[in-house]
């Protein structure tokens, strides 16, 4: 047998995996560290994020935003437990953070007698 004859014979084995038992080909992909996109992962450069692009970042350093988002708490029904999961899932505004830490805001400004 030839070397060209082995490699059809690899390559018609693969094909008919592929089209066959799919999750059996991408467990042996992984297990030879090739991603979902086919490509080697030491041939991939790591991700850079620039974290000031994300939308969650955005929101969380806009106090306005943070403020529309309280006020549609007072809509009711759907909106409301919409705008709740999404406040729930993004980070701590650093500016409320400080308000909270600094008490602000609060009504009764008397030290308690504790």
Known sequence: MT???YCKN???FYKQACQERQN???KNLHQHHYRNDLK???EVEEDKVIVE???RYILMNNEDIYKMLFNLLDIGGDVSKEVWKLINNLPTS???MEKVLKLQGIKNEEKPDW
Do not use: A, E, H, Q
């Open 94 to 96: 650093p500016i409320t």
């Open 3 to 5: 070397v060209f004859s």
């Open 40 to 42: 080697k992962l030491t």
């Open 10 to 12: 690899f390559l018609d």
């Open 24 to 26: 059996v080909v991408w």
């Open 53 to 55: 692009t994300l939308p």
